[in-house]
């Protein structure tokens, strides 16, 4: 028996679906859900990690910065933004969903 190895989140409690609150997008036949600067979907008993996606959050206008008032987590050599349940990173024009 062939079995594959793959990257798998330990430990998370949040059960992930349509309507859970975390951003989505659809990839390779599967669901992948933005949390906590990573994506992940549900695979039998557990969550695999996936390579975090490239995710425009749509419709915000608030700018980020020093002095927003918003938590700050430093990720992937960049800064990014907790926001309405989110952390945003600015990116050209729009904010990437972390």
Do not use: Q
Request: with cysteine; proline share 4%.
């Amino acid at each position: 028996m062939n079995t594959t190895h793959h990257d798998t989140h330990p430990d998370h409690a949040h059960v992930h679906g349509h309507g859970c609150g975390h951003a989505s997008v659809e990839r390779a036949r599967h669901t992948d859900y933005v949390h906590d600067g990573h994506a992940h979907t549900p695979h039998e008993s557990h969550y695999d990690e996936h390579p975090l996606p490239h995710l425009a959050h749509a419709g915000h206008n608030h700018t980020h910065g020093a002095d927003c008032g918003h938590k700050t987590v430093v990720h992937d050599g960049h800064v990014d933004y907790v926001h309405d349940g989110h952390r945003h990173f600015a990116h050209d024009r729009h904010y990437d969903e972390h």
